[in-house]
């Protein structure tokens, strides 16, 4: 049972880079039968998708967000991170790291069997 946790600061001033983890556990980010994505939901709309990494290691990322945003891994920690610079307080929103089964890309949150427990991020100053 794959499990994932995030974690990182709850608050970023704006014009700063929101950067959070994602630690995995019950499976490995490097194995090609799941691949890891990064979304948020802000207070008053459904969820967003931010990003999708795979397990090669290839990024794929939301057009609206993609000029500010960064996904990477660290293999040895079995661990995956999002970093979205510039931040406003139009980012304020709950961040989710999720996973599904398979490699495709896929943006939708229905395909996700697996998600952490998500961590509120304030963009304030």
């Known amino acids: 049972q794959v499990q994932l946790q995030e974690s990182g600061p709850g608050l970023v001033k704006p014009s700063q880079s929101l950067s959070l983890t994602c630690t995995v556990s019950?499976?490995?980010?490097?194995?090609?039968?799941?691949?890891w994505s990064w979304f948020r939901q802000p207070p008053v709309n459904g969820l967003e998708w931010i990003g999708y990494?795979?397990?090669?290691?290839?990024?794929y990322y939301s057009p609206s967000l993609k000029s500010r945003t960064s996904i990477s891994r660290h293999t040895s920690k079995n661990q995956f991170t999002l970093q979205l610079s510039s931040v406003t307080p139009e980012d304020t929103a709950v961040y989710y790291c999720a996973a599904k089964e398979g490699i495709l890309v896929v943006t939708s949150p229905l395909p996700h069997d697996y998600w952490g427990q998500g961590t509120q991020v304030t963009v304030s100053s």
């Open positions: 019950g499976g490995s980010i490097t194995t090609n039968y799941y691949s």
């Open positions: 990494i795979a397990y090669s290691g290839s990024t």
